[in-house]
């Protein structure tokens, strides 16, 4: 050994051959800070997105309130995403200079701020503060995190308003924050809105999300009534595109036939040899699914929904899953 203590020669070589692939290996890691009152829904969204829990379950049956600040460690594409769900009945700690503050802001990549849309009705001076307080305390620590908000609980808006409703509160707080706002449920009818607003704010952060949202968007772009999206070992969705013409209605119930199908699939691929799995619906969509077979890079199916015939439908998802293979394979 030399005077560090690190061995020499062949032995000196192989530790050092040993730590290459810690020292180049693409994984990025990133911090998601849930932050809010309590009961505003940070633990639900948390085992819904990475936890693949069933959301009716939870709406159904609470969790019971988080006691301690609780992170976790997801991987989720390229990154690893420690996930930080803070004690909302402590919230006012975590404002405070100190420990608790420290814990929870230190090196966040994203700060998410819930606002209950109950809340935001009855009380939104106190949450406007809050947000405010968020602000300074980025400010003066000279933290660098992305400062977003969720707007959670949009199902309790009345459908026939919602879209009024959403518009409405959109103009208000970004008239007083100026800061990203987001529209979020996971009422299983919408549980899009979630998936879409995390993919958004992941993709900031993730090299590979952004290709591949790039990619889909591209292929798709001029195919009839199409919905694309990627899920990862949890079933969540990690990317998703759709055309303009795809009404934004169906999505759920197509959600709810993929995850209903997916099981079946599940169960196909480990006993048969199975490439893909169609199904043509008397409305002329074709659905298609396919494993990627990049489970390492923390890719599961890709999911294709479409007025397209389906022999057309399976070239535009062979060409699609060839495309993303080398591209994330060249990252
Ligand atoms: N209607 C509706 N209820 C929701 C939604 N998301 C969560 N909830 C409900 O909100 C309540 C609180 O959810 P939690 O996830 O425990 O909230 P939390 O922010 O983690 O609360 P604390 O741990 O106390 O800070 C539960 O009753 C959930 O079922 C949603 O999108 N819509
Ligand atoms: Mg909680």
């Not at 309790?156 to 919602?162: F, Q, Y």
């Not at 103009?171 to 919408?190: D, R």
């Not at 990317?239 to 196909?268: C, K, P, W």
């Amino acid at each position: 050994k030399d005077i560090l203590g690190m061995p020499q020669g062949d032995k000196r070589k192989e530790l050092f051959l040993n730590y290459v692939p810690q020292l180049f290996y693409n994984t990025k890691k990133g911090k998601v800070l849930l932050l809010g009152k309590a009961a505003t829904g940070k633990s639900s969204i948390k085992e819904v997105i990475f936890k693949g829990k069933d959301p009716s379950d939870l709406l159904n049956k609470s969790l019971t309130p988080t006691i301690t600040l609780t992170p976790s460690v997801h991987s989720w594409l390229d990154l690893e995403l420690g996930i930080f769900d803070t004690v909302g009945q402590n919230f006012d700690d975590y404002l405070e200079k100190g420990k608790s503050q420290i814990m929870a802001f230190s090196n966040a990549t994203v700060i998410i701020y819930l606002i209950d849309y109950a809340m935001w009705l009855n009380n939104s001076d106190l949450i406007l503060e809050d947000i405010k307080n968020i602000k300074e305390i980025l400010e003066r620590e000279l933290y660098i995190s992305e400062f977003v908000l969720f707007l959670h609980k949009i199902d309790l808006i009345d459908e026939k308003n919602r879209a009024e409703k959403i518009n409405q509160i959109e103009t208000e707080i970004q008239e007083k924050t100026n800061l990203p706002l987001y529209f979020t449920s996971i009422h299983p009818e919408l549980l899009y809105s979630l998936y879409d607003a995390f993919c958004h704010v992941i993709r900031q952060q993730s090299a590979q999300s952004s290709i591949l949202k790039e990619t889909i968007d591209a292929r798709i772009k001029e195919l009839p009534k199409t919905l694309c999206f990627i899920t990862n070992e949890q079933n969540s969705i990690i990317v998703q595109s759709m055309t303009s013409d795809f009404d934004y209605r169906r999505i759920n119930y197509m959600h709810n036939l993929i995850a209903q199908t997916n099981g079946v699939f599940e169960s196909m691929k480990a006993t048969e040899q199975i490439k893909y799995f169609l199904l043509s619906t008397f409305d002329n969509f074709s659905i298609n699914m396919k494993n990627l077979g990049l489970s390492d890079q923390g890719l599961k199916n890709i999911v294709c929904i479409s007025h397209l015939r389906p022999d057309q439908q399976i070239r535009i998802v062979d060409d699609l899953s060839d495309v993303i293979k080398t591209k994330i394979k060249d990252l």
